[in-house]
């Protein structure tokens, strides 16, 4: 084999092996994944907000036409300040289905005044309607403006009666 052929070749596979290596480290780094927090021997960091409540429900709002509605509510707090909680938490609510795949993500919106996020999409948004409620589960974690992520509570899709459920 010409050397040219040989240092080619070998150049190649030194290539293919720092994109294997380069990937692998990457995955074992960690994910920036907002529900990294599901494991319940898992410490969350002292300064990182608290999620105390959850729930979800399906509902159908009076006399509407438009379709089912999801409630979505949860209760927070924060050791660093309430403040530090962005109002808006991008998806911070993971929609789950029977097998424990996620599918959707819902973005509430959260209160200082009354440490309560919320948010009410109409079931064409959550993938599920009432129907089948009970199918599926919601994962909610928020994160601080420091990047610090809450405990994650999950709960399990129910149907309910009205905005407040």
């Known amino acids: 084999m ?3 052929t040989v240092l080619s ?3 190649t596979l030194l290539a293919c092996g720092e994109k294997g290596s380069e990937a692998t480290d990457t995955a074992t780094e960690g994910s920036d994944s907002l529900f990294d927090n599901t494991d319940p021997s898992e410490e969350v960091d002292p300064n990182a907000p608290i999620i105390s409540a959850a729930d979800a ?5 009076g006399e509407s036409t438009e379709g089912e509605q999801w409630g979505f509510k949860f209760t ?5 300040g309430v403040e530090t909680v ?3 938490q991008m998806g911070a609510i993971e929609i789950l289905n029977s097998n424990g795949i996620a599918t ?6 959260c209160s200082w005044d009354t440490l309560e996020c919320s948010s009410y ?3 064409t948004q959550v993938g599920t309607g009432c129907d089948a409620a009970n199918t599926i589960s919601i994962k909610f974690q928020i994160v601080d403006e420091d990047g610090n992520s809450s405990n994650t509570i999950t709960v399990e899709g129910r149907q309910g009666d009205g905005f407040e459920g």
């Open 2 to 4: 010409p050397f040219f």
């Open 9 to 11: 070749l070998s150049l």
């Open 57 to 61: 429900w399906c509902f159908i709002p």
């Open 76 to 80: 927070f707090d924060d050791p660093q």
């Open 86 to 88: 962005p109002r808006l």
């Open 104 to 109: 959707h993500t819902v973005d509430p919106a």
């Open 121 to 123: 999409p109409f079931s």
